[in-house]
């Protein structure tokens, strides 16, 4: 739990008071490669805090899986529209190697949000800080070519290239496999 008060102190002044009185509403599990945390259709009623490890979100159509998003240490995981409006997720979480993660439930974290503006503002800010990276990453695609959503990813998100598998990596940044493997060869002989 270390981890995770130097993440919320990064996010927000947080007293001990605090901290014990958000202990209520945290549980830790561990998952094994490949378990759900959210599947599509259930509603989300968690923020999940990844330990250690990685898992990403993904959305499957037509039997072709899309991916979405990857969360590494240090990061919070949820659907957030699921999450806020209380709607069945359209997209599955999925633990891409063994998986730490401190869960969030969001009826405790609201309940004791009335007792500590603190953990109020915690929740605020860790939503806030969810949406900016989504935001940031949907930017990705509206913005960027392909080869330069690499080169972004290469330098502001290192740990994707260098933990997440080549299929898992072509289907996040919308090209196929052949292509992302062009795109890397380049780039070492630059």
Not at 39 to 46: I, K, P, Y
Not at 77 to 91: E, L, M
Not at 107 to 132: P, Y
Request: positive net charge; contains cysteine.
């Amino acid at each position: 739990m270390d981890n995770l008060l130097k993440y919320i102190q990064s996010l927000t002044v947080f007293s001990d008071k605090s901290w014990d009185l958000l202990q209520f509403a945290l549980t830790k599990r561990k998952l094994k490669k490949n378990e759900f945390l959210l599947q599509q259709g259930q509603v989300c009623n968690s923020l999940f805090y990844i330990d250690k490890g990685f898992c990403k979100s993904f959305f499957e159509i037509d039997g072709a899986i899309k991916n979405t998003a990857f969360y590494f240490e240090n990061e919070i995981a949820t659907n957030i529209k699921s999450f806020g409006s209380g709607q069945r997720s359209d997209s599955n979480l999925i633990a891409c190697e063994p998986l730490t993660v401190i869960i969030f439930d969001k009826d405790k974290l609201f309940q004791i949000a009335k007792e500590s503006i603190e953990i109020e503002t915690l929740g605020r800010n860790c939503i806030r800080s969810f949406a900016a990276k989504q935001e940031e990453f949907s930017n990705l695609y509206k913005l960027y070519s392909p080869q330069e959503r690499f080169e972004y990813l290469e330098k502001n998100y290192p740990s994707i290239i260098q933990r997440v598998s080549l299929t898992q990596l072509s289907s996040f940044l919308g090209i196929s496999r052949e292509t992302l493997s062009r795109i890397r060869k380049r780039r070492l002989h630059k």
